[in-house]
């Protein structure tokens, strides 16, 4: 029988449910369009754990609505024999959010001192009243796979005593490895999942530790407390030996009295010769002076916390070392970690055919990012970053590593990037990095540009010019096979990566012109906007290739395409050479292209209204259902979708080059981490879409 709804349980302290809960709730986002987070118990009202659920997935729910009794009134409760009453009204909560929601998921209540007053497993009887698939999570911690293995035995058996068959097991935090994450693990037709431990995932940032010591910031309060506390240190030298000892990532205890070693702390943030730390504590609830605090606020771009405390050094230090890693809802860094172990460990085609599949076809914009990765990833493809001066491309690379959506590589100088990376408390191992100016590959790009250009009145040294320029020597990397694709723009202008583009790798075979559109994301489908970006005036013959070309993106997308040709007028309602041209257009797409489905000219609430569609052309196949709206001109365009993306908080993804003979996208410059990993994963499509047309037509 399939569930559409999962209850997640830990037995054990600190095993991770919030991490398994995480993954699982945005495996659902990626499949069903209302998904509700449920915990029946909590031990506050305001659960930290439901707080991050309706952050991260910006949930309607109310914090009231997500959670059930707290953890004294279930004992109050019980110790007054009203365990009916308990049951009764939880369950009536839950089916209430059944009743509401395509599916949902329950956390149980984590054990803790407290709960343990409880001589009942509270959660197995919840799952079994809930009628819920139950998950439960063990912590393989500092255990063996045989004592782990031995402890799934005992779950399922438990289980099992009260009626309920588990529908998966996650044993998190494995030391042990992990032979084979492609195989499928079952015990009893339960599917069992190991996943590792991953030290960054369980080490605490300055925000937790920051949080547990009711620390106060000084200087800037909007200073990111993301970075990873690796040690508290007492800095107790005098500050040539302090210097010398401190090591990456530490969090630098330290009275607020001892101005030497604040201002050495500070100052070794800007040397390339010494480790980066996390933080700066200064205890004891001890300010410095005006003139200092004046000295330190002098160094731009300071974002490194500087945090005073109330408690004394070593009582500081001592609280320090027992904060706990947890997950925040602005912690991408962590929260991609996790992600990334359900891409690797978890099977998740396995998972979802054991659920009730979505009644309707929607898809969200997690959804659409979720098959993006997931068809990235079927083949790896190399993209070129030639951007790594911008920090916002630094981390969407890292959220790439981490993801394994594509292989990156950065343009720039390796020593200028690591110190980046270092000062940003990004991690980038294993990324490929290349200094354009010291590459072997710069004579071959020269010679090979002037080749290309000559008969335009290139000459060697021009080309040599255009090779320093990182747009042309990325450009030269796709079209010599170096890459895959290219992704720019969010330093430089639309020219700046279109321009070599088209110098250099071209239109592909049967396409004149290079066009683009927008990935138009709203809450229940994804449109195709073109173009928004590239032509100004396109004639008729040009706006008829646009929409061919916009369509056929759509359709390597899994997109369904619906063409509307836009206009001022709905069919044969009006005239004008702007709509006669569109008319044009529409005609002349369909005869090229009789196999899609193209209406025009259409005013836009003709084409995505279905009750205004009936009204203005009733027997259409594209009004009132379009997918892919094309538009007169670049000015009409771009007001659209930015007007649209305003006002309906959509998602625009793009804009995406189409009819190069390679990949190469153009970012915003106002783009934000998420756009630039998403063009990127588009690029990476575009790639393999491209080599498997090559392949097709050399056999």
């Known amino acids: 029988m399939k569930s559409n709804s999962l209850f997640i349980a830990s037995r054990e302290r600190h095993a991770g449910s919030l991490a398994i809960s995480f993954g699982l709730m945005t495996l659902l986002h990626q499949q069903f369009e209302k998904v509700a987070f449920f915990c029946p118990v909590v031990e506050t009202s305001k659960d930290p754990d439901c707080l991050f659920m309706q952050s991260v997935f910006d949930l309607p729910q109310s914090i009231h609505e997500m959670t ?24 009536a909560q839950y089916q209430e959010l059944l009743q509401q929601y395509d599916f949902v998921l329950v956390q149980g209540m984590e054990l803790s001192r407290s709960a343990s007053t409880i001589d009942f497993d509270l959660n197995l009887n919840l799952a079994k009243h809930f009628d819920a698939a139950f998950v439960p999570v063990l912590n393989a911690k500092d255990k063996t796979q045989d004592d782990v293995n031995k402890d799934i035995e005992m779950e399922l058996h438990s289980a099992n005593d009260e009626g309920i068959k588990p529908f998966a097991v996650f044993a998190n935090q494995a030391q042990f490895p992990i032979d084979d994450s492609t195989q499928i693990h079952t015990v009893k037709d339960s599917l069992i999942f190991y996943l590792p431990y991953l030290p960054d995932l369980n080490t605490p940032t300055v925000k937790e530790t920051y949080e547990a010591l009711s620390g106060r910031l000084l200087l800037n309060d909007q200073v990111p407390l993301t970075r990873l506390v690796k040690r508290p240190v007492v800095a107790a030298m005098t500050t040539e030996n302090y210097l010398g ?27 390339r010769h010494l480790p980066n730390i996390s933080g700066i504590m200064l205890t004891g609830g001890l300010v410095p002076s005006p003139i200092i605090m004046a000295l330190l606020s002098g160094y731009q771009g300071l974002e490194i916390p500087l945090i005073s405390v109330m408690t004394d050094t070593y009582p500081t230090a001592m609280k320090a070392h027992e904060v706990r890693a947890q997950l925040f809802s602005d912690n991408e860094q962590k929260n991609h970690l996790v992600l990334s172990l359900f ?27 979720y098959r993006l990765f997931e068809k990235a990833k079927q083949s790896l493809q190399t993209i070129v970053l ?19 959506v594509v292989r990156p590589i950065l343009l720039g100088k390796p020593e200028e ?25 710069k004579a ?5 540009f002037y080749e290309l250009r000559k008969h335009k009145g290139m000459t060697l040294d021009l080309a040599r010019d255009s090779i320093s320029h990182v747009s042309y020597f990325a450009t030269m990397m796709v079209h010599l096979g170096y890459a895959d694709g290219m992704v720019s723009g969010a330093t430089h202008t639309t020219a700046d990566t279109v321009r070599p583009a088209l110098q250099v790798i071209k239109t592909s075979p049967g396409t004149k012109l290079v066009s683009s559109v927008f990935f138009m994301c709203f809450d229940t489908r994804v449109l195709i906007y073109g173009d928004c970006a590239v032509n100004q005036h396109p004639d008729a013959e040009q706006l008829s290739e646009i929409a061919i070309s916009s369509a056929d993106t759509a359709m390597h997308f899994g997109i369904q395409p619906k063409v509307a040709m836009l206009s001022y007028s709905t069919g044969d309602s009006g005239h004008g050479d702007e709509v006669d041209k569109v008319r ?34 009733p027997n ?10 094309i538009f007169p001109d670049l000015n009409t365009g771009n007001n659209t979708y930015k007007a649209v993306q305003r006002a309906s908080g959509a998602i625009a993804i793009g804009p995406v080059l189409q009819g190069l003979n390679k990949p190469v996208n153009d970012l915003s410059r106002g783009c934000t981490v998420d756009d630039v990993v998403n063009t990127v994963a588009i690029t990476a499509i575009q790639a393999q879409q491209m080599q498997a047309q090559q392949q097709e037509s050399a056999s």
């Open 68 to 91: 059930g009794f707290t953890l004294d009134k279930v004992i109050s409760l019980l110790s007054e024999g009203r365990k009916h009453e308990l049951y009764e009204q939880l369950i």
């Open 386 to 404: 030639p951007e790594a001066n911008d920090e916002r491309i630094l981390k969407a690379c890292e959220i790439l590593l981490q993801r394994k």
């Open 343 to 369: 891409d690797q460990y978890v099977h998740k085609e396995c998972l979802l055919e054991k659920l009730v599949q979505p009644k309707a076809e929607v898809t969200t914009p997690m959804m659409f990012e």
């Open 444 to 448: 071959e790009f020269i010679q090979s």
């Open 417 to 441: 990037i690591a110190y980046r990376c270092n000062l940003l408390g990004i991690k980038l191992d294993g990324v490929e990095i290349i200094d354009h100016e010291e590459s072997e590959w």
């Open 584 to 617: 044009q257009a529409a005609q002349m797409a369909k005869q090229r292209r009789p196999d899609l489905t193209i209406e025009g000219p259409l005013q836009y609430d003709a084409a995505i209204d279905a009750e205004v569609a009936r009204q203005k052309m």
């Open 245 to 271: 000892r401190v090591q990456e990532g530490d969090l630098i205890i330290v009275p607020g009295d001892r101005t030497d070693i604040l201002t050495a702390s500070v100052m070794s943030l800007y040397s």
């Open 620 to 629: 259409s196949d594209v009004a009132g259902q379009a997918t892919v709206f």
